[in-house]
Structures are given as C-alpha cells and as structure tokens.
C-alpha cells in the first residue's frame, strides 16, 4: 500500500526556487574572472539561470545532453549549472588541471554540446579544438567587452548568448531520478570515468550536508566554496548554500593567502570549505601578516589527511572550529564530517585536536562499514581496520557507459579503496589506501602510520612506506626517507627512534634514503612510482 | 537519461539503523506510564524495535497492515513505530482526546488488526471494544507486573511480547513510498479523515525539519517532544533526532509544569516542543517557585498561535528561543518555522519578538503561495492576506480510502483552510481561518486582527469576531466580548478604543456582551457555535 503523499520530485529547480521565494534578498558575491567583485541576489540567480536554460533549448539542447563547464566558482557557474539542470541537460564540470589528452578523453566520452568556457582556460581547449569535434559551441563566460580573440568553433560572449533571451522558462519536469551532473574521476591507472549524478541525489546529498552535525549553515551564514565547483561538486555546496539561504561568497580564480583572507573578511564568510594546499596558503598569508580571522567560525578541511598542525593553528590561533571532512567524487563528495558528539566538549582542546585528526563521522543517508578481505565485516572498536565500503543514495551504482563495469557487491556496498577503522562512536580514521597496506603474514599493516611515526624523528623531511615481495611473510615494509638538509641521519637511529612506538613486527625491515620522494599533482605520494623504483631492492631480511 | 546513483530507498529502518551505528550510545530516557524515569540507548531502541517487527510478524501482520497505537510518547511507543515501520507495516495513532464514536470510526476505518495501548487508556477501549472487532489483539504497553484486570480481547503485556522474541530480525525493503503512517485529522464538520504517510515523505520531512533554520539539532542536543507522537508524528521528532543523534527526553503522560520542569532540567534538554498551552503551565510553575532553565536554548510552539506574552517571557525572563512554527497534519506536520535571518540579528529584543509573532518561513521542501478567491496569486509584500496553498513531498495527495474526493488543484497545491500574508523575507502570518474571514464589499477582513485589538481593552477578558449577513456589503463583523469581573464597559467605549487602531471600514458594526465564549477541546474559539447562537443577531447597519 502506497502512502498518500503528494508527487513533488527531488529536482534542482525546487532548490533555487525555494532561495527565490524564501531568500530572494540574499546575497551571492564573486570574484570575477575579469577582476572586479561582482554582487546581485538569489532573485538574480533565479533569473538568470532561466535565462540560461531558455538559451540553451533555443540551441537545440534538450533532455540528457551533456553541456561542459571549465571554469572557477563563480556566479556565472551556478547560472549555468542551474540552468543546464533545470532544461534536464547534465552539467559536466571539467577540471583544466587534467592532462590533454585526458581533456580529450573526458569531453568526447562525455559527447559535451557546449562548453561553458572561463577566460583562463579558453587557450587549453584552442589548444586541443581539433580532437573534441563533438563540442558544436563554446560559451566563453565573459561579456562582449571582454571577449578574447578566439579559435574556438561559435565562440560566444555568456552574456551575449543569456541576454539574447529573457527569463520566461518553466523548469522542465520530470523523474528525480534524472541525470543532473557528470564528473570524471582521475583514477591513478586506466582513462577518468564518470560519476554521473541524480537530481535526487544532488537534493538528498546536500539536505544532508546542510544539517547542524555536517556543514551546520542556515540563512545567517555566508559560505565561501573555495573547493573548485570542478572538484566533486564543491562539496555539494552550490545545493547547500541556496537550500538554506545562506550567502554565497565565490572566489574566482583567485586562490592565493591574500586574495582568499580579505574575501573571509570583507564578506563576513563564516563557513568555507577546501583541501588542505589552500589553508596552508592562506595560514602563511595571516602569519606574516600578523591577520585575524572576525567572522569565520567552521572550515570543512578534506580532499586528503589534514595536518595536525593546520587543526592547531586554526582552532588555537584564530578560534576557527576544524571539521576534517572525508569523501569521494563517487559519494556526491561528502561521506564524513569530524563534528563533536555530546560530552566530547568537556575534553581539553588538545583532546578534541585529537579526536578532529578522525576523518569523522558519516552524514545521515551514507551507510559505512570496514571488511577483512574474505568481506567479513570488522568490528566497529577503533582498532580493526580493513577495506571501507559505502552505501547510499549518493553513492555510485556505476560509471558512465558501464566503464569499469559492476562496481557493487551483492549487497550493494560499494569498496572505496581506502582502509579505515571505525570507533564506537562512528568516527572513522583513514589507516591506508588498500592498495599501499602491506600484508605481512596475513596480517595487515597500514604505511601511512608507518609514514606518520617517522616523519616525528626531527632529522626526517619525509616519509614513504611501500610493501616488498618477502618469501616468508608475502610482503614487509620498507620505509623511505628524505632527510632534512644536512642531516646524516641513519638507519638504525631511526629505527631505534621508532622502537616502541609501533608494534614490534610493523617495524619496517629495511630504510633507504633518497633526494626526493615523487608527489602528485594534488600533492599524494606517488607509491606507484616508488614501487617501480624500489621494484629491485632486496630487503636484508629477504635471505633465505 | 537516469542518473547512475544507488537505489537506496528512503525507508524508516535507514534512521535507526544510523542511530545505531553513528550514535548507538546515546541515550533515550522516559518518564514511564508506570511512573519510574527508564534510560536507555539508541542501541537498545534498535534491537528492540526488530523484537516488535519479529513480533508482530508472528503475529501474522504483513506488509501494509494497520496497527494503532494509544499511547503517550516513551521508548516503547518509539519501539512500536520503528518495529511497525521496519516490517512494512502501518502505525496509526489514535488520539485518546477524541470522542468515542469518533475512536470507532477511526479504529474501524483504518481496520487496526492490533492495538498498543497504554495503561491510562484501557478503559477507554474497554468501554468501546463492542464496536471495534476489526482488533484481533491489544497489547498493553506494561510489563506483566503492571498488567491490569481487563477484558480487552487477547490482550497481552507489552514487555512479553516483545520478550517473546530476540533481534535477529531483518528490516524488509520495500518502494519508499509504501504508507508508514496514518493520522486522522479531527475536522470540525463530517468523520475525521486519515492522513497516509510513506517512509519517503516521513524520512524527507525528518531531514527538512532538523536543519539549521528549523530545529536546529544536532547530535549535542536533548530534545523533548512534549508534543504527543499522536498530534501528527510529534512534530517530527521522533524522526529527527535518531537521524540527528540526539538525546531524547519522553515525557510520558505527566505534562504539568512541574513534572516537565524537572525533566528539562535534569535531562539538560536543549530543545523541546509543544503547544502554547503546555508552555503556560510550565511558566506559572516557574514563575510560583522562581525557578529558572538552565540547559534549554530553544522551545517551539505551534498548534495554535504563540502569544505575544509567552514569547517574552520565554526569550526575556528564561534566556530561551522561541521558535513560532505552523503545519497541518496533512503536512507531516511542518510548514513553517520562525528562525530570525541575516540582518535581524541586530534588532532589539522587542522588535524581534514582533518578528517572532509570525509563523515563520517555510522550511525547504515546502512550498507556499496565497491567491484570491478566483486562484489568482498575491503578491509577497507582508500586507496582501489570501488563502494559503502548499505543495511538497510531505504534503498530502488525498485522505485514505478517498474521503473527501481529491483535494490538490490541477497544479497540485493543496488549500490549508488558512488565510495568511507572506512578507518578501519569506515570513507567513497566519490573518484567519478561511471561513471565519469576513467578506465585506468583496474586500476581506480579518476576525483575528480584530479579535487582537479588542482583548487589549483593558476590561475586555476575551473576545471573538464573526461575520454576519449584510444587505450592501454581504457581511459585517459582530464583535462578541466578554468582560472582565465587575466591568461594565459599553459598546461605544470598546469601538472609540478600537478606533485608529484598525482600518475604519474594518470596525465591528456592532458589539454583543456575553458570559462566556465556547471553545474547543484545544482551546480554541467555537465560532460556528456563535455564529448558530447569533444567526438571528440583527447588525443595526442592516436595516435598508
């Protein structure tokens, strides 16, 4: 028997109309690409993103299409995300960081009609028109006056192509379960695959994000998403930030400690959200320059591990509360978020740091659990760690086109690479990704720890730890290090160091010193490319 | 084109099973029917909660079978509605104030197969089982320690129901709109009508009203819902504080000022919920023994409006927030909350409270619009008043079994029988009842402002307005008051102190004094009683 409540669909249209009728006064303030601050409302943005998708249909675009956008957080990039959903084309956010030739891969496998195209990146695609002949117009997101001299097939000015029509456009209707938005992952091996979204799952996502234990942001709060919209949705707060009617502060291109502080400060931002490289910018910024933070009371720190350092700057320093934020483009991003429960406020600050170290814990509608590998469920104690599977209505069921094929167990659960423990209390801490733990015995022993007790010895810069094949024990770890400019630190001193702090057989069988330890783009140790380096080391243990 | 996300319905079980594993250790506490204070967790909730399902299963319900429940909110009726829930089954609330041909109706109506029943409420189904014998069982919801003497048919004891069985039981999946819930509304003209939730529209509705601009609860809080969990789902909260982690504080059947003060206090709850009337017990309690809150931040009132007296004293003597909020059973039940935003922070204590006095904003996921009597939309300008439509997922789509007919327009909106205004912030204030405004010269006029404006004659005890027929203008208000003790003010002194105070063609063409206003059963004014008690009152202005 069905309930007898009314058919409202989850669609993006519901969110901006909501910020329209609820929030139409507020504001939405953007660095533009062009230099100057812009300012209007969410009664603008309401209009335009009509105007938008008015113009888009008048192109031919209709349910389904693809439509690219490669460009920065800025107004201009929420008309087109809104307008593009509310026409029920999907938005496909592409980061310029790719390579070319993954440029290239993404936007043909994607099939993208249009692309929305920022000032910056106009050159990257002249650069590679050639092999992207399914793009049929490129809208460069500027004004007539600031059009560039371009290449690019039908380049149009934005604001050519949104005043050319008015805002007389009816969201289209129709199932929530509609494609909304489209965003490759750039896996380590293989070509990106694609993580394509629901309206349903962008509206049950950021429903979740918005609430008090997660983002915690309502109508007096002004949100600055320095997390790229290119970079898993902005943490989903181009959803959050109009669901709740909060001000919205875009900061453009412009990412550096300067450009991001006096935007904290001149907008009154009190939430913000972005990977740790930022912070760490923006904490040098207010150092040398001896700056506070006035209104800034939460930042969501994800994207990789935050720093203990970066916690105890911004909470001791700049009375900044740190929410350690975990999650993946596969999970709308959000997954966790490191709020404190009740009696953890009578803990001492060094305490809570501690606790904020944990990658948190899981919003309500993501469903977490950690396997051994014969995918026999681990006990949620804080000790156990194994492989970290997700469940939810923002999760992945697949990629798009069936790349990569059935990515679900028989339950549903999807495996996301990384290897956790969860306490008792729900917080979940990152030990490893499953593909860097080494098994030793059959037992498993997690590198980044490893990494995290060495780089403690005052002469080590840096720290990697990789498993090497081992006749008795499968595989041992050996550990890697950088040592700090004039340091003669040796093996045997850092492994004393070590003696004590870990137990006595994850003690890595061997220590080689070397230069320079290779990072990716995003800053993550390449363990790959180490493995290949190392691929001939015999560790001393591995006689026979 | 579909997006690839998970299909993971928006079940009931979904909640608990997060409570369980995010916050498992958090505490519910009861004031038991039996009369000791009962503690436990959301673990223990959980495992329970599967007990009733095992139970219940046993007892050949299947999925969309009725079951009742007359019971006051504690962890067992919370137990009965998570288990009812989990095996697909439908908890339909009785409330125990109705009359008892109306409990017939219902109980047959909705053909309860089982009942759970507290202690207090046994007689009233002894005194009525003749009638009801679609009721194969009655549990009563003791243990058999406090099992009374009854003739109820099969009755058994809660505790060895439950008891009966262990755990191990699996919550079934289902399509998340399959019904959850049912809940008469108790209209004042015809047979009560049922209000069908599904797991959608409860869990969608559980997750719009915890939100930061809303109750605002996080997994810090204690929230008490001295709203009944048969008064329209208890306002939510038996939904959003598992979702949300929170502490939960039930206060059974004892809601005089001193047994709710005590629990306040000694549970810290920082949230609680109720209708005015409950608030003005607590706060002459509080008042006779100078006693203070210590814990609560927020208190929301609905049902009926907040007076502009308990608003004050809540936020100006206790230091804590009122949280004015609006819905309908037929809206699961929340429209409307007063959360103050961006700029009015910054306003006196006394003109928020004025802000305060509206019903509030509407919290996503609802829509609102008000129109004339020919459908056409009103302006959003605070001052124009119309009838107020909704529409939205927890909305109802029509009463079960069809009674009633259909009930949307062709657009889907829903007409919630009030006459309202809505500021351009998005604040709604209830003007009237549709039926109780006076329609004069085609123009409307409020019964409430001019109710409001009368009581604050100083001899005036109460007051009410009805409309009554008019040659020129259709209808013309009749002022009814009551005086107070001893007074003998006169009709021309009431119209010169309502003079300047309301619009001059607003004024009552006459004035009647009588002993006493009849009233309902939750207190609010009887108008079609004085409307048949003044249908032969001849307005002076009448006369051609």
């Not at 039908?154 to 007389?168: I, K, M, P, Q, R």
């Not at 959200?273 to 933070?293: D, F, I, R, Y």
């Not at 939460?298 to 203990?308: E, K, L, M, N, T």
Request: charged share 20%; hydrophobic share 40%; proline share 4%.
């Amino acid at each position: 028997m069905k309930g007898l409540m009314q058919d409202w669909p989850l669609l993006a249209s519901t969110i901006l109309d909501h910020a329209n009728t609820n929030h139409g006064e507020r504001e939405i303030v953007t660095r533009t690409t062009e230099g100057p601050i812009h300012r209007y409302t969410y009664a603008d943005l309401h209009s335009r993103s009509r105007q938008v998708a008015k113009a888009l249909e008048k192109q031919g675009i209709v349910l389904g299409d693809r439509v690219g956008t490669m460009a920065w957080n800025t107004h201009r990039h929420l008309e087109a995300w809104y307008g593009i959903m509310g026409l029920g084309a999907v938005y496909h956010t592409i980061n310029p960081r790719l390579f070319p030739e993954q440029l290239v891969y993404i936007i043909n496998h994607a099939e993208d009609r249009i692309v929305f195209v920022d000032l910056t990146f106009v050159p990257i695609l002249e650069g590679i028109q050639d092999q992207i002949g399914c793009v049929e117009t490129f809208v460069i997101m500027t004004d007539a006056e600031h059009m560039p001299q371009t290449s690019l097939k039908n380049a149009v000015a934005y604001e050519d192509l949104v005043n050319g029509v008015d805002d007389d456009f009816a969201w289209k209707v129709f199932d929530e379960n509609t494609a909304a938005g489209l965003c490759y992952t750039s896996g380590t091996t293989g070509n990106p695959k694609g993580v394509l979204y629901s309206h349903r799952s962008n509206v049950l996502h950021g429903m979740a994000a918005g609430s008090k234990d997660a983002f915690s942001v309502g109508s007096m709060d002004a949100i600055m998403p320095v997390v790229p919209m290119f970079h898993a949705n902005a943490w989903a707060i181009a959803f959050v930030a109009p669901m709740m009617g909060s001000k919205l502060v875009m900061p453009g291109m412009q990412m550096d400690g300067a450009s991001i502080h006096s935007l904290l400060e001149d907008e009154q931002v009190t939430f913000t959200a972005a990977v740790p490289t930022v912070w760490l910018m923006l904490l040098n910024h207010m150092e040398e320059g001896n700056l506070k933070l006035s209104t800034l009371k939460r930042v969501a720190i994800g994207g990789s591990a935050c720093p203990q350092v970066m916690i105890e700057k911004f909470e001791k320093n700049y009375g900044v509360e740190v929410m350690h934020a975990w999650g993946m483009t596969e999970m709308s991003p959000i997954g966790t978020l490191g709020a404190l429960k009740a009696g953890m406020e009578n803990l001492s600050q060094d305490e809570k740091i501690k606790q904020k170290l944990k990658q948190g814990r899981a919003i309500y509608s993501v469903e977490m659990k950690i396997t051994d590998d014969n995918d026999e469920e681990l006990p949620n104690d804080g000790v156990a760690f194994g492989h970290l599977k997700v469940r939810g209505p923002a999760v992945a069921s697949g990629y798009f086109k069936g790349e990569g094929g059935n990515i679900l167990d028989q339950e549903g659960w999807f495996d996301t690479g990384d290897v956790s423990t969860i306490d008792s209390l729900g917080f979940m801490q990152i030990t490893d990704r499953a593909k860097d733990v080494i098994k030793s015995g059959g037992e498993w022993i997690s590198s980044i720890d490893l990494e995290n007790v060495a780089v403690g010895h005052p002469e080590v810069a840096e720290a990697a730890v990789i498993g090497l094949p081992h006749p008795k024990w499968d595989e041992r770890p050996l550990l890697i290090i950088v040592r700090k400019d004039g340091s003669n630190v040796t093996k045997d001193e850092i492994l004393a160091y070590m003696d004590g702090k870990i137990a006595k057989w994850w003690m890595p069988d061997d220590v080689a010193f070397i230069e320079e330890i290779p990072h990716t783009a995003t800053g993550k140790i390449q363990k790959m490319a180490l493995r290949e380096q190392f691929k001939n080391h015999r560790l001393p243990t591995a006689a026979v």
